[in-house]
C-alpha cells in the first residue's frame, strides 16, 4: 500500500497527508466567504444576466494563432463548419475584428440529442495588432475550415538589413 506524504520545506519533515480533513477544512472556507447570494451574484455579472433573468446569446471565441514573418503579420483562425459567406473581417486602428454566424446544419430537435457539443450561434473575435500594419493591403482567404488574414507590415517596422563596408 501506498500513501501519500506531504511535504514540508524549512526542514519541518514528512508527513502524512490526511486529505479528507484537509478537503473539508477548504469547503468549510469557501461556504462562509461566499454565501449563496454572493455566489449567485458571481453567476449573474459572470453571464450577464439581465434584470428578467433571461440569458443573452452567448458568443463562441474560435481557436486562432498570430504570428509574423519578414514581412507580415499573419492570423489564422479554426472556423470548421462555416464558410466564407459566413464571416465579416473588419480593421479599424491596430484592432482586427472577426464576426460571424455558424449554423446548424440539420433540423434537431434538442430532446433528440444525447450529446450536444459543437457550438452554434455568433461567432466573434477581436485582436488587438502587435506591430503596425498596412491596413489598405490586407488580404484574407478561407481554406478547409481555416481563415487566414495576412496583413503587411508597414515599412518602419520591416526589418532592414545593413551592409557593411569593408575600410
Do not use: C, H
Amino acid at each position: 500500500m501506498t500513501t501519500v506524504v506531504r511535504w514540508r520545506p524549512m526542514g519541518q519533515g514528512l508527513e502524512p497527508w490526511v486529505g479528507a480533513r484537509e478537503i473539508g477544512d477548504i469547503q468549510s472556507e469557501v461556504n462562509r466567504l461566499f454565501d449563496q447570494s454572493e455566489v449567485n451574484r458571481l453567476f449573474d455579472t459572470f453571464f450577464r444576466r439581465s434584470a428578467q433573468g433571461a440569458l443573452p446569446e452567448r458568443s463562441w471565441a474560435p481557436g486562432a494563432d498570430m504570428y509574423e514573418t519578414k514581412d507580415e503579420l499573419v492570423i489564422k483562425v479554426d472556423l470548421p463548419g462555416m464558410t466564407e459567406k459566413d464571416v465579416q473581417v473588419s480593421i479599424t486602428g491596430d484592432l482586427l475584428s472577426l464576426k460571424g454566424q455558424r449554423m446548424e446544419s440539420e433540423a434537431v430537435k434538442p430532446e433528440q440529442y444525447f450529446r450536444a457539443e459543437r457550438w452554434t450561434g455568433r461567432v466573434e473575435r477581436t485582436f488587438q495588432l502587435p506591430i503596425p500594419v498596412q491596413t489598405d493591403n490586407v488580404r484574407a482567404s478561407y481554406r478547409d475550415g481555416v481563415l487566414t488574414v495576412t496583413l503587411p507590415k508597414v515599412e518602419a517596422v520591416k526589418p532592414k538589413e545593413i551592409k557593411i563596408d569593408v575600410l
